[in-house]
């Protein structure tokens, strides 16, 4: 098994992601993969797995850009009026 390892960031999103090749017969249909981690600020961390028959192409390019440009956006806080109910 091979890896090579790189640093990957962006506005928000800082991590690496390392490539792979698998060698065992089981594999050797889809025989690459691409693994990465990165980290939105210190609440969410966002991991992604690329399995493909080559070693890079669109799919591993799409999936490694979709992480590098995730920007995090919390959630609205839940509003504190009364819920309304069947009220006459």
């Given at each position: 098994?091979?890896?090579?390892?790189?640093?990957?960031?962006?506005?928000?999103?800082?991590?690496?992601?390392?490539?792979?090749?698998?060698?065992?017969?089981k594999?050797?249909?889809?025989?690459?993969?691409?693994h990465?981690?990165?980290?939105?600020?210190?609440?969410?961390?966002?991991?992604?797995?690329?399995?493909?028959?080559?070693?890079?192409?669109?799919?591993?390019?799409?999936?490694?850009?979709?992480?590098?440009?995730?920007?995090?956006?919390?959630?609205?806080?839940p509003?504190?009026?009364?819920?309304?109910?069947?009220?006459?």
């Amino acid at each position: 098994m091979r890896r090579d390892g790189q640093r990957q960031s962006g506005r928000e999103a800082k991590g690496y992601w390392f490539a792979l090749t698998r060698e065992n017969r089981k594999a050797a249909n889809l025989p690459h993969a691409s693994h990465a981690r990165v980290a939105m600020g210190d609440q969410v961390i966002l991991a992604g797995t690329i399995v493909q028959r080559f070693k890079s192409g669109p799919a591993q390019h799409t999936g490694l850009e979709i992480l590098r440009t995730a920007t995090w956006k919390p959630a609205a806080k839940p509003s504190t009026a009364p819920a309304s109910g069947n009220q006459k």
